[in-house]
């Protein structure tokens, strides 16, 4: 009897189904696997906006393999399809697809029966709210599980459902933003529960949940809000650093493991996210500050952060670090896994830092306060900082002091941005190429 493992992962899924198909190429049709097909439809394990290429495989082989028999199953499933899948894009997707080869069918087997009535559309498995809610979670990226959780809030007459579907929404008229933002001001606190005691108001919702956030760690309110639900969406995590630390029992939770950038951690959440056998998705750690004497050792060899590919480091003036405190990260497992380093460093060290770093960086590293510099290699580029800091120079004039500083000869290229650019810079330009 043919079968399948429908509990696979995605891809998995699909590379069996492609397997069958090409076991099978021969005996088209084969009725025994447009059954099996059929099946898959009618009660699908995976509708997430990432499985097109699951629902391509399926339907392409039913077009090679259906016969008669199956021609009434497959136009009761595409009459609705919405129904059986989620009303989703991807469902829609799906749905014309099916019609489309009903049509094909019903031309290939003119006498096959095709009464709806007579198709046995299998009813999706009633859904619990909370299994939807922690679909959401598991799969961060897609959207599929927030509209049906916005569909099934609606019916409850839920405000969040309304919500969550005009977040989702490509384009709102100003009516609709209007709406939007009245149902947050009207419900954020109730959506949020205890993390809105511990978190500043300037929050940021994206497609329909907590997506951006500063902590504020106030002390009696931090037990409710340790391992909350609500933090499982945010992917944008800041904190002030004189408090950091009083907040580590909220940022060093596993409910926490979307994040992706996350500023001012504390050394206690550094260490949890490095030291972890599960894998946390943070990609960017902001604010760091170089400590006097060595790189940090809880990040040398962070097996926790396999995503982790940019760094943005503090020098404060007068806190005694020294070019040579990246000196272990240079040739650490961290040091070949990032893509860029980004340092905050004032102007009157920035000669040193410059030759540790064209000496010794096997990345690229942006070093600057009031202008950016990027070292890659040989290559030189000179931009305006994301976030300048005011100095009290020309902005040009900070550019040649800067270059001044570099040795004449070594680069291949340096190339400054027109609006950083005067006389001077250009001879300084020359001169080092």
């Known amino acids: 009897m043919l079968t399948i493992d429908r509990t696979k992962p995605m891809p998995d899924l699909t590379e069996e189904v492609k397997a069958l198909g090409k076991e099978r190429s021969r005996q088209a049709p084969n009725a025994e696997l447009a059954t099996l097909l059929v099946g898959i439809l009618a009660d699908p394990p995976y509708t997430g906006q990432k499985t097109k290429p699951l629902w391509n495989e399926v339907v392409s082989l039913l077009e090679q393999h259906a016969g008669p028999d199956v021609v009434a199953p497959l136009a009761g499933l595409a009459a609705d399809y919405r129904k059986v899948f989620g009303p989703t894009i991807m469902g829609e997707r799906v749905e014309g697809q099916l019609r489309k080869l009903v049509a094909t069918l019903i031309a290939r087997f003119p006498d096959a029966p095709r009464e709806l009535a007579a198709a046995p559309v299998v009813a999706p498995k009633p859904q619990r709210t909370d299994d939807i809610w922690s679909e959401i979670y598991a799969h961060l990226d897609d959207d599929g599980p927030r509209l049906v959780l ?125 030291e972890s056998d599960l894998p946390w998705a943070v990609e960017r750690l902001s604010a760091l500050l170089v400590r ?120 291949e290229s340096v190339t400054v941005d027109d609006a950083l650019r005067d006389g001077g810079v250009d001879q300084e330009v020359a001169r080092l190429c």
């Open 150 to 274: 916005a569909d099934a809030l609606i019916e409850e007459d839920n405000p969040r459902g309304e919500f969550i579907f005009l977040q989702l929404r490509p384009e709102l008229d100003k009516a609709e933003q209007k709406r939007m933002a009245q149902l947050l001001v009207a419900h954020e606190k109730e959506w949020l529960g205890p993390v809105a005691d511990v978190t500043h108001k300037a929050r940021v919702w994206r497609r329909g949940f907590l997506d951006e956030c500063s902590l504020l760690p106030r002390g009696k309110f931090l037990a409710a809000a340790v391992g909350h639900r609500v933090w499982s969406t945010v992917r944008h995590l800041t904190m002030f650093s004189h408090d950091a630390d009083k907040g580590a029992a909220i940022v060093t939770h596993p409910v926490l493991r979307n994040l992706r950038v996350v500023e001012n951690p504390p050394d206690a959440m550094l260490t949890t996210m490095a």
């Open 292 to 411: 006097t004497g060595s790189f940090m050792p809880e990040l040398l060899a962070p097996r926790g952060l396999p995503s982790l590919r940019e760094i943005m480091l503090t020098s404060p003036f007068g806190n005694g670090s020294a070019p040579e405190s990246l000196r272990a990260l240079w040739p650490s497992p961290l040091g070949r896994q990032l893509q860029v380093l980004k340092m905050r460093v004032y102007t009157n060290f920035f000669g040193a830092w410059a030759q540790e770093i064209m000496q010794h960086a096997p990345m690229p590293v942006e070093l600057g306060m009031e202008v950016t510099f990027r070292f890659d290699g040989k290559r030189l580029t000179v931009m305006p900082a994301t976030q300048p800091m005011r100095g009290w120079k020309p902005l040009p004039e900070i550019v040649r002091d800067g270059l001044r500083a570099l040795p004449a000869g070594y680069f």
